[in-house]
């Protein structure tokens, strides 16, 4: 059984998507996914802060000093639904001005407990990191001995994960054999924007001509992309 302690993501991840990085966050997503129980519990008390936060399309996490409890139970959960899961990660881009990690993968995820079931999405998946102490890497004294304290340099840790799905791939998760119903629904509604498009015509040359007129008070956004 693999060691998650040997995990790079804590490691400060790279400006760019090399194939080194690529391998780092692959390595640390397979630990999280595809290990025995107890070495994927590991992993997520190894990466995330205590506080962290978990949003999917069909679940999310509370907010609180203790939250990661909540994301071990559901990775604990999506390993009973699906003992074995692979998964590959295809991009990985890092945001240095807003320490965000974008990777982007695909993974195979069936139930047990219906034979014909699979499911074979992609996904983007954001994760907000931070930095701190290094948890493992206790402070010596002068004789080499550790002392109990953690170490002053810092490493990465994940505060957020995103998992971000196009509506025709988390519906393969409940639905995998009408998931092509999704497409089509899209492309429908394309020829439907074509024509009206062409119908509401006049609309356009208003816009281009008179909206600058039309003033409606509203509130800035606010920016979340689920962190």
């Excluded at 400060?12 to 780092?24: K, L």
């Excluded at 998760?173 to 009206?196: E, K, S």
């Excluded at 281009?208 to 409606?216: D, G, I, L, T």
Aim: a neutral charge.
């Amino acid at each position: 059984m693999d060691d998650p302690g040997e995990f790079p993501l804590c490691s400060p991840p790279r400006p760019r998507a090399d194939t080194s990085s690529v391998a780092d966050i692959e390595l640390v997503i397979q630990h999280l996914v595809s290990t025995p129980p107890s070495v994927q519990q590991a992993a997520v008390e190894k990466y995330f802060t205590s506080d962290g936060q978990f949003v999917h399309p069909f679940c999310r996490t509370i907010n609180f000093a203790n939250s990661r409890y909540q994301i071990e139970r559901i990775y604990r959960w999506y390993k009973i639904l699906s003992p074995k899961i692979s998964a590959k990660v295809h991009s990985v881009s890092f945001d240095e001005k807003n320490n965000v990690l974008y990777v982007g993968l695909t993974q195979v995820f069936a139930i047990w407990a219906i034979p014909t079931h699979r499911s074979e999405v992609s996904l983007v998946t954001v994760l907000h990191l931070v930095q701190g102490p290094d948890k493992d890497a206790p402070v010596l004294d002068h004789k080499g001995i550790p002392t109990g304290q953690p170490q002053g340099r810092n490493k990465w840790y994940i505060q957020s994960q995103n998992d971000l799905y196009q509506t025709d791939q988390f519906i393969k998760f409940v639905l995998p054999w009408l998931a092509w119903l999704v497409p089509l629904q899209q492309f429908i509604a394309t020829l439907v924007c074509i024509f009206f498009s062409y119908v509401f015509a006049p609309l356009t040359w208003w816009e281009e001509n008179k909206q600058a007129h039309f003033v409606r008070p509203e509130k800035p956004p606010v920016w979340d992309d689920g962190k």
